[in-house]
């Protein structure tokens, strides 16, 4: 069992940066691969990124590439989404989640974190 808590959401203009972080609980955080999640208003929730267990293999969606950089620390059981250049379309609430074994889809994943909100405007 694993409980995933995010932080670090906000209100950013356009252009700025922000970074998440998810703090997960449990002693086998590196057991697994961590993603990151994001459902705008009337909207799917979607992919955004995912790092596997030791943080060399990454994914990232298409529209965050060379913006958005996720990374982990196993240590302390914690996986950060840095957040640059912001748009105004990446406004959504941002999740974290576990799962064991790295991908894209998020009915994959096993755990869940309750979400921040992002809110990019000027």
């Known amino acids: 069992q694993v409980q995933l808590v995010e932080s670090g959401g906000g209100l950013e203009q356009p252009g700025g940066s922000l970074t998440l972080s998810c703090a997960a609980s449990g002693r086998t955080f590196s057991s697994y691969a961590m993603g990151w999640f994001r459902q705008a208003p009337g909207k799917e929730r979607e992919f955004v990124a995912a790092?596997?267990?030791?943080?060399?293999?990454?994914y990232y969606e298409d529209s965050v590439k060379g913006r958005f950089t996720i990374s982990r620390d196993n240590a302390k059981n914690t996986v950060y989404l840095q957040m640059n250049s912001l748009k105004p379309e990446d406004t959504a609430v941002y999740y974290c989640a576990a799962r064991v074994g790295i991908s894209k889809n998020p009915s994959q994943y096993n755990y869940w974190g309750q979400g921040t909100q992002v809110t990019v405007s000027s």
């Open positions: 790092t596997g267990r030791y943080d060399i293999v990454k």
